[in-house]
Every structure is written in C-alpha cells, then in structure tokens.
C-alpha cells in the first residue's frame, strides 16, 4: 500500500498575515456567524492600518530614530517622601499627556547637527557625541530647518511633562529604575569631573523601559516651555506647556559632570535661552500625524 499524505485543507492553513483579513471574510461559515466574521475581518484590517500609520518607531532623513511615546497619566514631580528634590519640582501633581508622540530615542548628535545646520558649535567634538554649546534659539533654528528640509511642521522640542513622562516610563520611583542611586551607572554618564570629563557617545549606556537612551545623564536637555519655578502650583492637570512667559526655559535630565541627586526624572532647572553649556544640548520631540 502506497503511503499517501493527506490531502491539505487550504481553509484550514494558516494564511499570510497580508491576507489575513480576506480569508476571515471568505472563509465557509455557517449563515449566521457570516456577519460577526466580516466584522472582525475589518477589526483586523483597521489594526493593521494604525499599526502602519503609527509605527511605533521611525527614522527620519538625518538618521534620527524616534519612538512613540503613547498617551496617558502619571504623577509630575518629586516624592519628597524619598528623593531630595528641589521646591520647584512641588508639588508632585496627577498630569496627563493627552496625545501620543514621537521622541527622540537620543539626544541630537554632532552629525545630525552639522547635516542640517553646517557648522559644529560643540566643545567636545565627536560625531556620534550630543551636540552641545547649543542655547534654546539655536535649538529652535535646528527644527525650524528640519522641518523644511522634511517638509513638515511636526518637529519640536518636548514640553516638561511630555519628557518626565517619557522618562519615567511608568515609573513612580526617582529614578526610571527604581530609589536607589547606585544603579545609576548602567544607565547614565554622570558623576565625571568638569575639568577633565567630557560627553560621550550617545547610547552607550542601558536604555530606560520605553527605549530611550542617555536620558540621565551625557548632557542636560532643552525643553520647550518658559520655566516657571512655583509653575506645578497652578499648572493645567492636562498637557501643561509652561508658564506663556518667563525669562528662563526649562532644561531636564542632568549632565556628564553632574551627581547622582540631580539625575532624577522630576529635576528641573531653568536658563536663559540664549545661555549656551557644553553640557548641555537637546533631544527633538515629534508631532504624530493627525495630532
Ligand atoms: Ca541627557
């Protein structure tokens, strides 16, 4: 007797995910489940059109990659309960982020500065290093040529709470991984001398939960509201974006040559956006499409 394979069902083989949803449609049904199919036929298709539409990562023309940070809520600012924080980052608050976003799963470096920009203002010069010795207006004539060059308006730098959101990660602790500051080291360059350290490639050191990199840590970080020190007292629980005015804009995050207690996801400072450190620099936020 001649051994012969069974015959393969092709309604019961699983098909391409590409034709997933057709096959539920076409696929032989009883008369009365047809419509329930047909439905979840178009669930699926409408799953894999946001997916497409809202990748959760992305590069952009200058090699940027981005994230998308989703919606939600989380506490804003120090527990002083457990972190040494400073009066301007109380009190801690309920604030939610309305709309996902895109950030920059790094800070700008000195090569995506000097495609768009030319020139290279930092002091630690490195390709692959943060671009640094950038004040708050040079940042802003980098997006504004970003934007033209990708013929878009969608880049900018993240508010406050957008980047201690996105720090945080779901997060409640001081730190993304937890209260103790010892961990610090795997996750952020920091602690170095002024006179002798310098920045550091970007991602060299472990990512936080939503994958970005260097957020303690390399250099400070540019946000993109006026910083106002008793702001959290009277802000808006939804999107705060800063006072409408001040003399200083807020920067996040600490710097190479910072301590540990200042790398905490709610420490804040302000500077006057013409200031210009060589620890500090900017990572880019980015609109999602239909936001
Ligand atoms: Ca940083």
Known sequence: MVYRPRKKNARLSVPALSRLPQALAERRAPRYSRFPRRAVAVAVALLFWSLEAYAVEMVNGVGMEF????????????????????????????????????????????????????????????????????????????????????????????TEAEWEYSARAGTETAYFFGDDSRALSAYAWQGESYDRGSTRPVGGKEANPWGLFDIYGNVLEWARDWFGENYYESGPAADPAGPPAGAARSIRGCAWGEEASSCRSARREGLSPDGRRFDLGFRVAMTAEGF
């Not at 002083?80 to 400073?86: K, Q, V």
């Open 67 to 158: 994230v998308l940070m989703p919606a939600g809520s989380f506490h804003m600012g120090a527990d002083l309960n457990f972190e040494d924080g400073a009066k301007s980052e109380t009190p801690r608050r309920q604030v939610t982020v309305s709309k996902p976003f895109y950030l920059g799963k790094h800070e700008v470096t000195q090569g995506q500065w000097v495609a768009v920009m030319g020139d290279n203002p930092s002091r630690f010069k490195g390709r692959d290093n943060p671009v640094d010795s950038v004040s708050w207006g040079d940042a802003q004539a980098f997006l504004e040529k970003l934007n033209r060059r990708e013929g878009t308006s969608r880049y900018r730098l993240p």
